[in-house]
């Protein structure tokens, strides 16, 4: 018996891998030819100005990963009853699907920017932030090179602490809550330090702000008699 459970897991695993595989090519190339132009006049100004990635995934090809993980998911939870042998095949094929387009790990931190940004109309709705959000980390697990992610997204992150076009700060801190525990402290320490960047300049201008505004009178006064000291000083024509 454990002879023919191990052969329907490597045929449920091979069919996963390769229809997984094949339905994701189809979609990212049916997706970016639908596209009118690589640029998006919706980005933010610092994708605005550059086109996307010659292999940029598209999110048709994207949303087709969620969907198999979610049907091919079912199957395993429903006919295979969770067993560890088919749960194992089955997260080795999503890994392959998932891998199976170049550049995947940029393209997935350009996808998030989509949700974070909010000169992008992926953000707006709070519920669908969040549930893109969640599907957005439930691809990360399964990319495999999560450095180039790291640095895509710390690039993207900086452009909108700069322009301040964050949707909101709440989902920028789940967004690294998700990221601290797929990968730990460390890979998510410099987001979390250019995001306490962010909060302390805008702490350090409200409180500027604040001073000049109480002392609004004495540097006008000061400013005037600088003028009228300089007047006097002044050598006549």
């Known amino acids: 018996?454990?002879?023919?459970?191990?052969?329907?897991?490597?045929?449920?695993?091979?069919?996963?891998?390769?229809?997984?595989?094949?339905?994701?090519?189809?979609?990212?190339?049916?997706?970016?030819?639908?596209?009118?132009?690589?640029?998006?006049?919706?980005?933010?100004?610092?994708?605005?100005?550059?086109?996307?990635?010659?292999?940029?995934?598209?999110?048709?090809?994207i949303q087709m990963m969620l969907d198999l993980y979610s049907h091919y998911l079912t199957l395993v939870r429903v006919t295979f009853q969770e067993d560890a042998r088919f749960s194992k095949a089955f997260k080795k094929a999503c890994e392959h699907f998932i891998n199976a387009l170049p550049n995947m790990s940029e393209s997935l931190a350009i996808h998030a920017h989509y949700f974070l940004d909010k000169n992008c109309p992926e953000s707006r709705g709070t519920e669908s932030i969040d549930v893109a959000l969640d599907s957005i980390i439930l691809l990360f697990n399964f990319i495999q090179d999560k450095d180039l992610f790291h640095r895509s997204y710390a690039r993207l992150l900086a452009a909108r602490i700069i322009s301040f076009s964050s949707v909101r700060d709440e989902a920028e801190k789940r967004m690294m809550k998700h990221l601290m525990q797929v990968c730990g402290f460390q890979y998510a320490m410099t987001f979390q330090r250019m995001f306490m960047d962010k909060a302390l300049s805008i702490e350090l201008s409200r409180e500027f702000g604040k001073w000049e505004r109480e002392h609004r009178e004495l540097l006008l006064r000061q400013q005037q008699q600088s003028l009228l000291c300089l007047l006097y000083t002044s050598p006549s024509p």
């Not at 459970?5 to 639908?34: C, P, Q, S, T, Y």
Request: hydrophobic share 35%; with cysteine.
């Open 1 to 61: 018996p454990s002879k023919g459970i191990e052969a329907l897991r490597d045929i449920f695993f091979g069919f996963v891998k390769e229809v997984g595989a094949r339905e994701v090519k189809r979609a990212n190339e049916e997706g970016r030819h639908r596209q009118a132009s690589p640029v998006r006049p919706d980005m933010s100004h610092m994708l605005a100005r550059s086109s996307l990635p010659a292999d940029y995934v598209c999110s048709d090809a």
